[in-house]
């Protein structure tokens, strides 16, 4: 989101007289928190019974994927979060004044964006669309869905993905990197957990130069049964939806 108010974005639509909003399924509090804590140059709004985002498939502009995991089966503690009716994944609708749709993408979370978690349509290229949708004149037909955007993040492979998870948890869990401010900071929390996990690499690398082999292969073993729920929680709550998929 901030990177829309970097590019210029938030500033040329305001200029057109125009606004922006971020629009979360978490409450309306956490929505503003997030607001002062990224400084992300537009209104944040909270909608966690998603009546935005019912209004928004109702009216034909978007349908988003939706997903009601709450981290049950890693230990996630969430008594800051409520999402009744779970979360929606990513979406950007852009509408002139008269309603008319000048850009539409949804995020079809895979393996490939991290369940919808990474991946993004860069803000130059929406721009960019949204200035060609405009010279089309206020009477063309709302744009089709962008299926093919410029993203502004290469594919992360899925299993270094939930490795960083577990060291995000010291390897005793998986442990998502949840998007709270002060010691929350996600940037940071993601350096430590590279660091973590290079580390975590060299120690099995020693311990299976000095230790016989039949001690260390017992030691992953036990590693292993004991982190494999959390993987399997991971793995079935990150959303893969199939490239026919549409949301329920």
Request: hydrophobic content about 40%; some cysteine; glycine content about 10%.
């Amino acid at each position: 989101m901030r990177g829309y108010t970097k590019a210029g974005v938030t500033e040329a639509i305001r200029a057109g007289g125009g606004e922006v909003y971020a629009i979360t399924s978490e409450p309306h509090s956490l929505a503003k928190n997030a607001q002062d804590d990224w400084d992300s140059g537009m209104e944040h709004v909270g909608d966690p019974h998603q009546e935005i985002a019912q209004t928004c498939r109702d009216r034909g502009w978007l349908s988003l994927f939706t997903n009601d995991w709450d981290g049950d089966g890693i230990g996630v503690t969430a008594s800051w979060r409520s999402n009744p009716k779970g979360y929606y994944q990513p979406g950007v609708i852009v509408l002139s004044r008269e309603g008319r749709v000048l850009y539409r993408w949804r995020c079809r979370p895979t393996r490939w964006n991290t369940g919808g978690a990474t991946r993004r349509p860069t803000p130059e290229h929406v721009w960019k669309k949204v200035q060609s949708a405009l010279a089309e004149g206020p009477d063309a037909p709302d744009v089709a869905h962008d299926d093919d955007p410029v993203l502004d993040w290469q594919a992360n492979p899925w299993p270094i993905f939930v490795l960083l998870l577990l060291a995000n948890g010291w390897f005793l869990r998986p442990q998502v990197f949840d998007h709270r401010g002060g010691e929350f900071d996600v940037p940071k929390r993601l350096r430590r957990a590279l660091l973590r996990l290079v580390g975590f690499v060299a120690a099995w690398g020693v311990a299976a130069w000095w230790l016989p082999t039949w001690v260390v292969t017992i030691a992953l073993g036990a590693w292993i049964v004991k982190v494999y729920p959390g993987i399997r929680a991971i793995h079935d709550g990150f959303q893969s939806v199939p490239q026919d998929a549409e949301p329920a």
